[in-house]
């Protein structure tokens, strides 16, 4: 077995025309769509990687947190696999993919992540701050106590019009218009000051619509979105008054302070050597761009977009210190709605 992990294959089933309509995933839809993808995804994998099924060394799949019925179907899979070659099954923490999706890039592009290392997980489930030793030890610093990043961005998206997933949406929009237009209070956390809030935020951007009368350019993007699944955002600006950039504009920058405060105290407090932010909201251009200047005394290590978002490659890179250490999931291994991963 080579030391180095290497991308043989990624194939992403994406599902974003399926729940668009819906202003979110939709978990009857997820796991049907899952049911008709795990076969041709798996086997264009294989065809990609030019791999036999006997080569494989171990079958990985996630075990939660998540929907379980979507989780079932990939896990289930995996088990027969697993049953039918003769090869060990490896249990994943999906939060524990993401942070090894970076992990995996850093090595590859010759600057590894150092240990301890700050891990923050922004994603349409999860707003978490991890401290990360090499031998896939995590202590959780905080979390959000109430929506997720990705979540806020979706639910703004959807109030507003702007269909689903919300994030690359009010990113793209977001420098159109003046980050310091809406002044919204940042949430002042009592105990644990490295916990997250977002539903204040949220609440303040309802506020803000309720006191305008946005009905017309609501509908019209609404309207957009039913005669064209995937506008352009020059079609979106079209149908956006300034005020609404402006908005968009100061949310995301509330956000990204938000994220961006915490992580750099949280850093701080562990002596952090490398900070690893990842999940669909690593995708973020103002997250990305904050970070730079941020007030960090060590490396800051975004993932490749396609590597942001969900997929397998995440998966197996987490999987495999396990192979290494010989860490394996029984066929009983059950999926989690919720699976803490410290
Ligand atoms: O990690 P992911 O693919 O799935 C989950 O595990 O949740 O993340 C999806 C989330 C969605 O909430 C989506 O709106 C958000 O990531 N997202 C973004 C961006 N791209 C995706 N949020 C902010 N800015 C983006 N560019
Ligand atoms: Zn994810």
Redesign the pocket.
Known sequence: MDDEIHIRSSVVASQLATHGKYGGVVPELASREHLRAIVPVVQAAMAQAAADWNSLDAIAATIGPGLVGSLLVGLTYAKGLSFALAKPLIGVN?VEG?IHAVILESKRDGHPVEFPALALVV?GGHTHLFAVEENQHYRLLGKTRDDAAGEAYDKVAKLLGFGYPGGPVIDQLAPHGDPRAVRFTPSKMKGNTLDFSFSGLKTAVLRWTEARDLSHEIRARRALLAANASPSIKDWISLTPQATLDLLASFQRTVVDEILHRAVTAARAIEARSVIVS??VACNDGLRLAAQSADLDCPVHFPSRALST?NAVMIAAAAFPKLRRGEFSGLTVPAYASLPLA
Do not use: P
């Open positions: 999906h993401h994603s999940g669909g969900d």
